[in-house]
C-alpha cells in the first residue's frame, strides 16, 4: 500500500513538471503509475488531495536532502553558495516548474495555495535555522531579524527560479548581486573589534530612524 500511494505521488510530480496543473487527471496519474485510476482516490479522497500531498512530498524530499549541507553552512556568503547549487539542482530536476505550476494554479484553487505556502514555510524553516547560527557571531546580530531575512531569501530564490524562466542571464545577474551582497555582509564581519563596534553602531541608528 505504502508503495502505491508512493508510486502515486512520484507520477503525481512528474505529470506536474511536465504537463503542468491543466494536464492532471486520476487517469493520467494512476496511468504513469501503472496502478488502478480507483486507487487515487483511494489514498487521497479527491485530486486536490493527491495535489496537496504530491506538492509536500517533493519539497520535504528535497529539504531533508539539503539539510546537511545547510548544517555546515557558517556565514552568509556560504549559504548563498548552497542556494546556488540547490538553484541548479531544483532547475535541473524540474521542481521549479512545479513551484511555478502551484502558484498560477493556487490563483484559484485554495488547495494549491496551501501546498505552495507549505513548500515555502518549509525552507524558511531550514533556512532560518542557517541564519540564526550565522548571525550570533555577526556584526548585524540584533539589527537583522532571522526569521525576516530567511523569508527574504526565500522570496528571492522562488523569484529567480521564475525569472529564469524568461530571462535566463537577468536572473544569474541577479542571483550574483545577491552573492556579493553576502560576501559584503562577510568582509564587514572580518574587520577589526573597533570598527566592527562603528558599524554596529551606524546600523543601530539606522534602524532607529523613522
Known amino acids: 500500500m505504502a508503495d502505491t500511494r508512493t508510486?502515486?505521488?512520484?507520477?503525481?510530480?512528474?505529470?506536474?513538471?511536465?504537463?503542468?496543473?491543466?494536464?492532471?487527471?486520476?487517469r493520467v496519474v494512476a496511468g504513469r503509475a501503472e496502478v488502478n485510476q480507483a486507487l487515487v482516490f483511494y489514498h487521497f479522497g479527491t485530486l486536490a488531495g493527491l495535489l496537496d500531498a504530491a506538492a509536500r512530498h517533493a519539497v520535504d524530499a528535497s529539504?531533508?536532502?539539503?539539510?546537511?549541507?545547510?548544517?555546515?553552512?557558517e556565514s552568509l556568503a556560504a549559504l548563498l553558495g548552497v542556494g546556488r547549487e540547490l538553484h541548479e539542482a531544483e532547475q535541473a530536476s524540474g521542481n521549479v516548474a512545479l513551484m511555478a505550476q502551484l502558484m498560477a494554479g493556487g490563483q484559484h484553487d485554495p488547495a494549491l495555495v496551501a501546498a505552495a505556502r507549505y513548500g515555502m514555510d518549509r525552507w524558511i524553516g531550514e533556512i532560518e535555522t542557517v541564519v540564526e547560527r550565522v548571525l550570533r557571531t555577526s556584526v548585524l546580530a540584533g539589527f537583522a531579524d532571522a526569521r525576516g531575512l530567511a523569508r527574504t531569501v526565500?522570496?528571492?530564490?522562488?523569484?529567480?527560479?521564475?525569472?529564469d524562466g524568461i530571462d535566463p542571464a537577468g536572473g544569474a545577474?541577479?542571483?550574483?548581486?545577491?552573492?556579493?551582497?553576502a560576501v559584503l555582509a562577510d568582509?564587514?564581519?572580518s574587520l577589526g573589534?573597533?570598527?566592527?563596534?562603528?558599524?554596529?553602531?551606524r546600523l543601530k541608528a539606522a534602524g532607529r530612524r523613522p
Open 154 to 163: 526565500c522570496a528571492s530564490f522562488i523569484g529567480l527560479e521564475l525569472y
Open 187 to 189: 568582509a564587514i564581519d
Open 7 to 26: 508510486k502515486l505521488l512520484d507520477a503525481t510530480i512528474d505529470v506536474l513538471r511536465t504537463d503542468g496543473i491543466t494536464g492532471v487527471s486520476a
Open 193 to 201: 573589534p573597533v570598527a566592527r563596534r562603528a558599524v554596529a553602531a
Open 63 to 73: 529539504a531533508d536532502h539539503y539539510r546537511a549541507a545547510f548544517s555546515e553552512v
Open 173 to 181: 545577474t541577479a542571483l550574483e548581486t545577491l552573492s556579493q551582497l
